[in-house]
């Protein structure tokens, strides 16, 4: 049953993304297409309804930095969420990240804590708690593939799941003292209010597919941008963007636009945590396998480096592996006498350990580099650390949802 319902969101996604052809597809796109005006209305309503203040918006009285995009995945949202945390960290705010820990195990009882008075917290007010920035207290399992991530790269930085994330922010606020909270994936998260909001543009799928939900990949339609406090235009190779740059224009006129790159750095041993240089791929037979939105840019980008990619192995997001899929996974690498295995940092924290394993697995690890705008960048941390500006939006309500 598990391996029919991941061979059918496969099967999903390249009907969305045009992969898959036939007259079912065909069909299947129709469907879709239809669904689409339906999610329209409910989004747009959904705004309306905040807007007018019909739904009751949540205030923590602290700082909320939402950090998200239009649309579902590929954007490189997770390392823009470290970069921005490493940063407020070291100019000395007390930051916390708020994810909904996507696709994450329900735990089988909430943790212990106790309160600052020394009584237990009460355990229906308890959201699983990642790390405390000091200790990292859950695995991939229960926390969830980008919030263990983040939470094993940042120290200093707390992390915390769940799927109320104005739960979830109360709890950093209260027992761990946060004074910024940073929410992962957070554009469409209403319940609670932002006062900066971070948009991510894929540089070369600005739109994703160009239409909604379920036929395309936008969450929102693209004149939701307006919404904007920051845009980032992600994963830049150092050619203009002024055509993009013009079209973002049209949907949001004042905020300042970051250009970036999310570029490779290095390569690491999945097991041994052993480095090796970009250039170690140089000419070297190379299989990849995946569990993320978009494996084409992945994919490409290992040829980019020199690899003779052989082998590519693609799975859902977030596909879980099975110790059977990664033991036929590395047969096949061996009988075709593959050098190495490539992988994503995200995919890595949830990869088991192979029966046999005579071929290198490693991850490659990303980073991300201001391009352009780093005034604009610059600009957008000092708010963030001193928010004492009169009429600054980070100190007042700002009205995020006008349509």
């Not at 036929?215 to 992600?234: D, K």
């Not at 960048?377 to 708010?383: E, F, G, K, P, S």
Request: net charge positive; aromatic share 8%; with cysteine.
């Amino acid at each position: 049953m598990k391996d029919t319902l991941a061979e059918l969101e496969v099967w999903g996604a390249d009907v969305i993304f045009g992969r898959a052809k036939g007259f079912r597809a065909g069909m299947m796109r129709l469907a879709m297409s239809a669904l689409s005006g339906v999610y329209r209305a409910i989004v747009q309503t959904r705004l309306l309804v905040f807007r007018k203040r019909w739904k009751q918006q949540h205030h923590l009285g602290t700082l909320v930095v939402s950090i998200g995009n239009l649309t579902v995945g590929g954007t490189g949202k997770t390392p823009v969420v470290e970069l921005l945390s490493r940063t407020l960290r070291d100019e000395g705010r007390r930051v916390a990240i708020l994810s909904r820990g996507y696709k994450s195990r329900r735990l089988k009882d909430p943790q212990n804590w106790k309160s600052k008075d020394g009584t237990k917290f009460p355990a229906e007010k308890m959201p699983k708690l990642v790390s405390t920035g000091r200790a990292l207290l859950l695995d991939s399992k229960f926390a969830g593939d980008e919030p263990f991530m983040l939470a094993r790269n940042l120290d200093g930085v707390a992390v915390v799941v769940d799927k109320d994330r104005v739960k979830g922010g109360r709890f950093a606020v209260g027992q761990l003292g946060a004074d910024t909270l940073l929410l992962d994936d957070g554009l469409q998260y209403l319940h609670l209010s932002h006062a900066i909001d971070i948009v991510l543009i894929d540089r070369s799928a600005p739109f994703g597919t160009g239409a909604l939900l379920p036929r395309g990949t936008l969450r929102e339609p693209p004149r939701n941008l307006c919404r904007a406090s920051y845009i980032l235009i992600t994963k830049c190779d150092g050619t203009p963007n002024d055509a993009l740059i013009a079209k973002l224009r049209r949907y949001n006129s004042v905020a300042p636009i970051i250009e970036c790159t999310h570029g490779p750095r290095y390569l690491e041993e999945v097991f041994t945590g052993q480095r090796q240089p970009l250039e170690f791929l140089k000419d070297k037979w190379t299989a990849a396998i995946s569990g993320i939105a978009v494996p084409e840019g992945f994919e490409r980008g290992i040829e980019d480096l020199g690899a003779r990619l052989e082998i590519r192995r693609r799975f859902s997001d977030h596909h879980r592996f099975s110790r059977k899929e990664i033991d036929q996974f590395m047969k096949r690498c061996i009988e075709r006498d593959m050098e190495l295995v490539v992988t994503t940092e995200k995919d890595a924290v949830r990869f088991p350990r192979p029966k046999e394993q005579t071929v290198p697995i490693y991850f490659l690890r990303i980073e991300v580099e201001i391009l352009k705008g780093h005034d604009a960048w610059n600009d957008l941390v000092t708010r963030l650390c001193h928010p004492s500006a009169p009429g600054d939006p980070v100190l007042r309500h700002r009205d995020a949802y006008a349509l």
